[in-house]
């Protein structure tokens, strides 16, 4: 399987739930405001034998009235109209944002692709609202033929990618698992979002159930380690992915 990470950019985020744009280079962490977080927003193609799949959509930025999204996707080669897939772990809105495009965000970004949902997360979405959720950009994914709504706590997508509802960083929120010829690349989207985190205990504050969070990242690192997975990471600024210890 290929991997191509898809970076948005580096960015601060502090209660305002506000992504701001950060520049290693010139910016100053300690000159924004205390408690703020330098994340990575990555969303991830993965080209296997029977599809295009694309793991979560990013912030929604555009540039010059182009999404960035596809913009990057084009970058690396791929037409925003081969993605057959998209998978989606949760709805917050650096994961969801690129879900739909135009002025109004009915016209799902990716034409050819079937979307698969938690059908509670969108429903906990539209209830909940911002700062974390923004309702009218995830309303074309209620009645579109496009979108699949998983129901269950687990189950299987097609016969090679494995989903499981956690509960950790946000009520709903789901990983994934893609299995194919002995590979096995998984997702944990903000469970699992940077390497550090895999290798230290720590509870996070900003996750939903932030002790359950931290007992899920050191048995997917240790079963992950002894199976040969590979770990996609979403918010690391150095380490979209890695399957060594």
């Not at 692709?113 to 009218?136: C, D, H, M, N």
């Amino acid at each position: 399987m290929r991997i191509i990470p898809l970076s948005e950019g580096s960015f601060t985020i502090d209660k305002t739930k506000l992504f701001v744009p950060f520049n290693e280079d010139q910016d100053d962490l300690q000159a924004r405001p205390v408690g703020s977080l330098l994340v990575e927003v990555q969303p991830f193609v993965v080209i296997t034998e029977q599809d295009v799949l694309l793991l979560d959509t990013g912030l929604g930025f555009s540039r010059g009235g182009k999404l960035q999204l596809h913009e990057n996707l084009q970058q690396a080669g791929i037409n925003p109209s081969e993605i057959t897939k998209v998978l989606m772990s949760h709805l917050h809105k650096d994961h969801a944002g690129g879900v739909a495009m135009g002025s109004d965000h009915r016209q799902l970004s990716f034409p050819a692709a079937k979307y698969y949902v938690q059908e509670r997360e969108l429903e906990f979405a539209l209830q909940k609202g911002l700062p974390s959720f923004i309702p009218e950009e995830l309303e074309v994914l209620k009645n579109s033929a496009q979108v699949e709504f998983l129901k269950e706590d687990e189950g299987m997508i097609g016969d090679y990618i494995q989903y499981k509802v956690t509960g950790a960083h946000s009520p709903f929120h789901q990983v994934f698992w893609i299995k194919e010829n002995n590979e096995t690349i998984f997702f944990g989207a903000d469970d699992a979002p940077q390497l550090q985190q895999m290798k230290h205990r720590f509870v996070a504050k900003y996750d939903y159930d932030g002790k359950k969070a931290m007992e899920l990242r050191r048995k997917w690192w240790e079963e992950g380690g002894k199976e040969g997975w590979t770990f996609l990471f979403y918010h690391d600024i150095q380490t979209p992915s890695t399957n060594d210890r």
